[in-house]
Structures are given as structure tokens and as C-alpha cells.
């Protein structure tokens, strides 16, 4: 086989993937990490793979994102409602008009607390 068929022939699979994924709604993005993150990104890919090979980095990530969503019930009741406006957080008084519309007042959830949302863990 030549190699500009073999060419016309890998371009044609690419447009078939690329129209088959644009079908199904996936969306392709690109992130860039740290060298830290990948590091990090390997060792869970590692972890939730055992015993078998790791997973796939895509995998992965598609794997935290379902974990992470399926624990936003459960921080919403953590974080109740708002001592201010009284709308259930995070959202608050943002609900109510575009970046909120207590923000920046001193008993505001979003001027006080908005930034422990996810609580900082201790970097190992």
C-alpha cells in the first residue's frame, strides 16, 4: 500500500471519529498540568486501575468528575443556607442578581466564606 493511501485512508478514519464524537456530543479538552498534577493525576490513574493496569488519564479524569458531582447534595447541606439572604450556598444572594447582590457587605457568605468552598487540604 502507498503511502498517500495510507494517508487518504487515516485522514478519512480522523473525519469519521471526529463527526461520530461531534454526533454524540462529546467534547474534546485540552488541560494543561503541572508537573505535580500529572504526577498526581498518574497516582490516582494507578490507584482506582489496581489490580490491573492503570487506568487511562481520561478515564480518570471522567471518573473524578463523576465522583466530585455526585458529592454536591452533600456539600450543599453542609453549607445551608445563606445567614444573610437566606438562599441556599454556594448560589446565595447570586441567585438574586449576578454577582450577588449582598457581595461585598460584612455578613454576606460570599464576601466572607466564599473562598473555603472546598476546604484546602495540606499539600504532600
Same mark, same amino acid.
Given at each position: 500500500?502507498?503511502?498517500?493511501?495510507?494517508?487518504?485512508?487515516?485522514?478519512?478514519?480522523?473525519?469519521?471519529?471526529?463527526? @461520530?464524537?461531534?454526533?454524540? /456530543? &462529546? !467534547?474534546?479538552?485540552?488541560?494543561?498540568?503541572?508537573?505535580? =498534577?500529572?504526577?498526581?493525576?498518574?497516582?490516582?490513574?494507578?490507584?482506582?486501575?489496581?489490580?490491573?493496569?492503570?487506568?487511562?488519564?481520561?478515564?480518570?479524569?471522567?471518573?473524578?468528575?463523576?465522583?466530585?458531582?455526585?458529592?454536591?447534595?452533600?456539600?450543599?447541606?453542609?453549607?445551608? @443556607?445563606?445567614?444573610?439572604? /437566606? &438562599? !441556599?450556598?454556594?448560589?446565595?444572594?447570586?441567585?438574586?442578581? =449576578?454577582?450577588?447582590?449582598?457581595?461585598?457587605?460584612?455578613?454576606?457568605?460570599?464576601?466572607?466564606?466564599?473562598?473555603?468552598?472546598?476546604?484546602?487540604?495540606?499539600?504532600?
Amino acid at each position: 500500500m502507498s503511502d498517500e493511501r495510507k494517508r487518504k485512508q487515516a485522514a478519512i478514519r480522523a473525519k469519521r471519529l471526529r463527526e @461520530k464524537r461531534k454526533n454524540s /456530543g &462529546e !467534547q474534546d479538552i485540552r488541560v494543561s498540568l503541572s508537573e505535580l =498534577e500529572q504526577q498526581k493525576l498518574s497516582e490516582i490513574s494507578q490507584f482506582f486501575g489496581y489490580p490491573n493496569e492503570p487506568i487511562a488519564d481520561v478515564e480518570t479524569l471522567q471518573s473524578l468528575i463523576h465522583r466530585v458531582h455526585a458529592e454536591i447534595p452533600t456539600i450543599e447541606k453542609q453549607l445551608g @443556607k445563606c445567614s444573610k439572604c /437566606g &438562599e !441556599q450556598l454556594p448560589q446565595g444572594c447570586a441567585k438574586l442578581r =449576578e454577582g450577588g447582590l449582598f457581595k461585598g457587605d460584612a455578613t454576606c457568605w460570599h464576601t466572607i466564606n466564599r473562598n473555603r468552598l472546598i476546604p484546602l487540604r495540606s499539600q504532600q
